[in-house]
């Protein structure tokens, strides 16, 4: 039995979660009354995942993003339609967050010997289709927990094997920390500087750039597991 770890968004009055069940794919809770205002019919029979929902902005329109077990859905910030959904990348237990980039595009990973996709969203007349720009195999690059983060037009990530790396936006690792472990690594990136924790709670402090790993300095500041 596994619990969720899926974290709510707030979006304005609302906050929208992702139950996935047979009645709602989506729903969208005002915060103030508890009242469902808005409701994603869920016709695939998808169920939860711990991934949670990315905000968008696509051809001036507002929509979240989610990895659902059999797939990723779009749906409409305004009244919680289903816009748009692919099974081309699918895991029951995908954990990372889509990972927005610009020009409609979402990159899709996971752990557990899943491949990593670039989607490219487009607009057609007003409908709202999709396809794959590229997949990357899963000893290139996956992610079991931690949600990539892209900063500067490159993606920064740990992979399955404990390596942080940098990717490009085609896919291209451009580096990746040989010889140095983070686990399952939260990750953060601020003013320029990459913040990685380890599995022993040691945090790596790293220079963000797309030529190689620079690790500036480290200090144990959790005690880890026992």
């Known amino acids: 039995l596994w619990d969720a770890g899926q974290c709510p968004i707030f979006d304005g009055e609302l906050v929208v979660l992702a139950p996935a069940g047979p009645k709602a794919l989506m729903i969208g ?22 991934s949670s929902i990315a905000p968008m902005t696509f051809a001036n329109q507002r929509v979240f993003v989610y990895f659902g077990s059999g797939g990723v859905a779009v749906v409409s910030a305004d009244d919680g339609s289903l816009l748009w959904t692919t099974d081309v990348f699918r895991i029951a237990i995908t954990v990372p967050t889509p990972v927005i980039l610009p020009e409609g595009r979402i990159f899709c990973c996971g752990g557990y010997n899943a491949e990593s996709v670039m989607l490219q969203l487009n607009n057609q007349g007003g409908k709202l289709t999709g396809r794959v720009l590229f997949r990357i ?32 936006e ?57």
């Open 170 to 226: 085609s896919g291209k690792v451009l580096w990746a920390s040989t010889g140095e472990n983070f686990g399952l690594g939260p990750l953060l990136i601020a003013e320029g500087m990459i913040y990685v924790m380890d599995d022993d709670g040691t945090l790596t402090l790293a220079k963000v750039n797309e030529k190689a790993f620079v690790r500036l300095a480290t200090a144990k500041v959790l005690p880890g597991p026992e």
């Open 29 to 50: 809770v005002d915060c103030e009354t508890g009242k469902v205002q808005w409701t994603t019919p869920n016709p695939m029979n998808w169920t939860m995942t711990h």
């Open 137 to 168: 195999k899963p000893e290139v690059f996956g992610a079991i927990q931690t949600t990539p983060i892209y900063y500067n037009s490159h993606i920064y990530g740990i992979r399955p094997s404990g390596e942080l790396v940098c990717l490009d």
